[in-house]
């Protein structure tokens, strides 16, 4: 079936390294992917996304790869920080219906 | 701006009762959502609406109602609560289109016994 998932369940990253997260999605038609934070005891929290005929788009200390080729995509949060310590989904989004299907998550857990 | 208000924040039903779980979102958003998320799982989408008067079933809609009479509200009904339904519900809202961001309230837990 469709679906969005996560190599890593969880992410063990010193404060100030680099962190990688990535996922895997096996349905070629969504037109958006896109990640989301979630801290705990809130609703998830959207960083970026990264529309489906681009390779690489970056934000504040955060940039998206998308490899349409092997169907995966990572999430790189550069000189991690405490505050960056949270779960983080990907998510596709189709333009049919605007629907947004999550993936299972990751934590990350930055040690100082 | 209050964005998106769910309530109750928690509840506890017993097996069989009902209730509503109520959503409203103060951005003139089109698009609304229910989600459910289980303990260290992902969100599971149960249904979403497109705009007022319109309603489409998600990943996993047994169990659930939902309605859409104005823009604002997206209420999510239980019927005959069963312990597979305690989870945190969600609720969420967008604008569409190439705008991908949702804005998700503070979410439900609900726990049946």
């Known amino acids: 079936g469709e679906s969005v998932g996560l190599h890593l369940p969880t992410l063990s990253v010193q404060e100030g390294d680099n962190s990688i997260i990535n996922c895997a999605y096996s349905?070629?038609?969504?037109?958006?992917f896109i990640w989301y934070k979630q801290e705990s005891g809130k609703g998830p929290q959207f960083i970026i996304d990264?529309?489906?005929?681009?390779d690489k788009r970056q934000g504040q200390r955060v940039t998206v790869l998308l490899n349409k080729t092997v169907k995966h995509l990572s999430l790189q949060i550069a000189a991690t920080q405490p505050g960056d310590s949270a779960v983080y989904f990907c998510?596709?989004?189709?333009?049919?219906?605007?629907?947004?299907?999550f993936g299972g998550g990751t934590r990350v857990l930055v040690k100082p | 701006n209050a964005g998106v208000t769910q309530t109750p924040k928690f509840r506890i039903l017993k097996i069989g009762q009902s209730m509503t779980l109520q959503c409203t979102q103060d951005?003139?958003?089109?698009?609304m959502y229910w989600y459910r998320q289980d303990p260290g799982m992902g969100l599971k989408l149960i249904y979403y609406s497109v705009g007022a008067g319109i309603t489409d079933k998600g990943e996993v809609p047994n169990g659930y109602n939902v309605s859409r009479s104005t823009t604002e509200d997206f209420p999510l009904r239980l019927e005959l609560a069963a312990p597979s339904q305690t989870s945190v519900y969600f609720c969420?809202?967008?604008?569409?289109?190439?705008?991908?961001?949702?804005?998700f309230g503070q979410g439900t837990r609900l726990t049946v016994v």
């Open positions: 969420a809202s967008s604008y569409g289109g190439k705008n991908t961001e949702a804005f």
């Open positions: 951005m003139n958003h089109n698009y």
């Open positions: 349905n070629s038609a969504s037109d958006y």
């Open positions: 998510a596709e989004n189709r333009a049919a219906g605007n629907k947004l299907t």
């Open positions: 990264i529309r489906s005929n681009m």
